[in-house]
């Protein structure tokens, strides 16, 4: 039988048991504040009672505009809590993105983060948004926001809901939650759309709760351990995050932001730190570079720490036990090489989480090679979003892992991963075709990805469905593996490979211009920002790692020729996602001319 019924009541459950010890930290004012359960709890019972009292009727949608901080966690808890629906927004999104998801999610209230948030709402909500060539209007019984306007921001939401628990509104609340039901929707989560609008997955109080069961029965969570925080939280793999951490009793540090994460984390110390690749990818390469630059011995002393790191970490991924000469020398190189590098992370990293895309084999072996093991899992928003994951006894790199307890996975004939469980979302909001496209007739759930399951029952991903690639020589190309190839090759950013139905495979590269700067300083030369993209020893320099990377691949496979793009992909260009995926299309369209200038 399942321990809880609905979200509110495993968060207020854990609250009781953890009471007085920290729920989750953040920096302000330079130095790091902890926040109680109890007073966690506090602000969650304020924001609802506020809520209500602002009109917010059981089952109405709330939409929230913010970046990921510990109010937003406070928000999304209380308009739980209120029996409402959680419509989280991307910050990242433009004012008509925002007007979509506000419009088709049918959102009665929304809650931004601050007035550059707000402003978009009001824009939408005065000028509407055109959609399909029509005029689409917004109208919202309440707009709030987290900090500043003219209502008093979350300040004047909490004084509000103090004011009706007075009054006795914690009986209205406690009856809201009685009433919810596993079945009953908890929220809308907008796919971030690499083609087309959104669709809105509907996920109920179960589907997150089957998930948070799954993970707790892996039994290596410990209540008061530190998680790590700063990922969107409108992506459902942060969402799970914010979730498990309240079923396992951990104490989230936030992020400052993006760009802070790294300082964070060594000040924080956590002991999970869950992230998309491109920031192990970053990681790597920036430790590459350092190494690099080091000069001899120290280049020396650390290629080989890390070939005797691989070598202990091959053994153990074959489940042997390491010779006794790489255990020794081993131990050396972590005193020497790999225990600086690990403190820079923190030190006490239990093992790092990776999802929402591929991750190169490559970067994974070279963690676990200086002591930091990266578990990699697979699932999407429509299944809340894990279906499989690596565990800390038993994974396999290059994998992502086993299916979690009480999820079901079969290969299609054409090789697509169909899905089963409790964790599988109900369908696409108003999206009745798109859901029958999706969900067959059985309850299966089709990923849209391609895979294949071996005999010890780890998942392998090959591609995406639509992703894939077929040269009109009618050979098929998973274009994401060469790209994880590329991405490790110490000046190469990103990349986009080329090819359907064209003769050959080509790419679009980004450099890594911090890294190519070093170089070029290193080779004399005085070179513009506008210059590295274009100079001969810089496009010579890319055409002989996109070479290294060629001799592991099968000729229909190999890059023929590339082209250097003059800027990285970014949201702010349109190449990427909020949650950094390409657009592929997008990126086909902005350099439609760089690519045919490779096929001509």
């Not at 500043?148 to 979350?154: A, Q, V």
């Not at 009054?167 to 209205?172: L, V």
């Not at 307890?405 to 409790?422: C, H, M, N, Q, S």
Request: glycine share 8%.
């Amino acid at each position: 039988m399942s321990e809880f019924q609905n979200l509110p009541e495993m968060f207020f459950a854990r609250s009781r048991s953890f009471s007085a010890q920290a729920r989750y930290r953040f920096k302000r004012d330079g130095s790091w504040q902890e926040v109680s359960w109890a007073d966690h709890e506090r602000a969650v019972l304020e924001i609802s009672a506020g809520l209500i009292a602002s009109g917010l009727e059981p089952g109405a949608k709330v939409s929230l505009l913010s970046s990921t901080r510990p109010e937003w966690m406070e928000v999304d808890l209380a308009i739980l809590t209120a029996g409402g629906v959680t419509i989280p927004i991307y910050p990242s999104n433009l004012a008509d993105e925002c007007g979509y998801i506000l419009w088709n999610s049918e959102s009665s209230f929304c809650v931004s983060e601050n007035d550059t948030q707000a402003a978009k709402v009001e824009q939408v909500c005065t000028k509407g948004f055109e959609l399909d060539g029509v005029d689409r209007r917004i109208e919202l019984r309440a707009k709030l926001q987290i900090e500043g306007g003219s209502n008093g921001g979350l300040a004047a939401v909490r004084e509000r809901g103090r004011a009706a628990l007075a009054a006795g509104a914690r009986e209205e609340i406690e009856r809201r939650i009685r009433a919810l039901k596993r079945s009953d929707v908890a929220t809308i989560v907008y796919t971030s759309g690499t083609t087309g609008p959104p669709k809105g997955v509907v996920q109920t109080h179960g589907n997150h709760l089957a998930t948070m069961e799954s993970l707790a029965s892996f039994g290596v969570f410990e209540a008061g351990e530190i998680d790590f925080l700063f990922l969107p939280l409108a992506h459902s793999f942060a969402r799970s995050n914010e979730f498990f951490g309240t079923y396992a009793g951990f104490v989230t540090a936030f992020a400052q932001r993006v760009e802070t994460v790294p300082d964070d984390i060594r000040e924080t110390r956590p002991h999970y730190v869950p992230s998309v690749p491109r920031i192990f990818e970053k990681i790597y390469a920036k430790i590459q570079s350092k190494a690099a630059e080091s000069g001899f011995p120290k280049k020396t002393i650390f290629d080989w720490a890390v070939s005797v790191g691989r070598a202990k970490s091959q053994a153990v991924q074959r489940g042997e036990t390491p010779p006794v000469w790489v255990s020794a020398q081993d131990w050396l190189a972590d005193r020497l090489v790999f225990a600086p590098i690990r403190e820079l992370l923190g030190g006490r990293i239990k093992f790092m989480i990776s999802g929402g895309a591929p991750l190169a084999r490559e970067i994974q072996e070279f963690f676990h090679a200086i002591g930091i093991l990266i578990l990699e899992g697979y699932g999407l928003t429509e299944t809340t979003p894990l279906l499989t994951a690596n565990r800390p006894d038993g994974f396999r790199f290059g994998t992502v892992g086993r299916a979690v307890p009480g999820v079901t996975l079969r290969i299609a004939e054409d090789g697509e991963i169909l899905a089963k469980g409790a964790n599988v979302a109900l369908g696409y909001f108003k999206r009745p075709e798109a859901t029958a496209e999706a969900w067959d007739a059985e309850g299966w759930f089709h990923t849209g990805d391609i895979g294949e399951i071996g005999e010890d029952g780890f998942l392998r991903i090959t591609d995406r469905k639509k992703d894939l690639l077929k040269t009109s020589g009618g050979k098929y190309v998973a274009p994401q593996n060469i790209e994880n190839l590329l991405k490790t090759q110490p000046h190469v950013s990103q990349a986009v490979v080329i090819g359907d139905n064209r003769k050959y495979c080509t790419a679009l590269i980004c450099i890594d211009r911090d890294e190519v700067k070093r170089w070029v300083a290193a080779l004399g030369l005085a070179l513009s920002d506008d210059q590295l993209a274009t100079d001969p020893k810089v496009v010579e320099l890319i055409g002989a790692e996109i070479d290294a990377v060629n001799r592991h691949l099968a000729s229909y496979e190999s890059i023929k020729y590339f082209r250097i793009v003059p800027c990285e992909f970014s949201q702010e260009t349109g190449e990427l996602t909020p949650t950094l995926k390409v657009k592929r299309k997008a990126v086909n369209q902005k350099y439609g001319d760089l690519i045919e200038e490779m096929y001509r």
